[in-house]
Nanobody
Framework: QVQLVESGGGLVQAGGSLRLSCAAS????????MGWYRQAPGKQREFLAF???????NYADSVKGRFTISRDNAKNTVYLQMNNLKPEDTAVYYC??????WGQGTQVTVSS
């Protein structure tokens, strides 16, 4: 059974930082592309970043330079370090394991 469990969300002031984690089980993590998405109220789910098995990362322009994705294959975990957070970053953040496995999401709220 595939399971992706996100953690690390919460309430932070603008300019602050959070680190999200996504622990994976039931999928061959070390050979899977992993990524992060987010969905704000009333908006479509938005791609943020993905990381390949070799550690190559790709980012959406909206978060490039502020967010960093990383992975620890030994722990079956992918991370999203978020710095200089803005109120518009407020959303539910989801972890994705390719081709189509999703976590339940974790809420991030950035206050102004």
């Amino acid at each position: 059974q595939v399971q992706l469990v996100e953690s690390g969300g919460g309430l932070v002031q603008a300019g602050g930082s959070l680190r999200l984690s996504c622990a994976a089980s039931g999928i061959p993590f070390s050979i899977n592309i992993m990524g992060w998405y987010r969905q704000a109220p009333g908006k479509q789910r938005e791609f943020l970043a993905f990381i390949t098995t070799a550690g190559t990362a790709n980012y959406a322009d909206s978060v490039k330079g502020r967010f960093t994705i990383s992975r620890d294959n030994a722990k079956n975990t992918v991370y999203l370090q978020m710095n200089n957070l803005k109120p518009e970053d407020t959303a539910v953040y989801y972890c994705k394991g390719w081709p189509g496995y999703w976590g339940q999401g974790t809420q991030v709220t950035v206050s102004s």
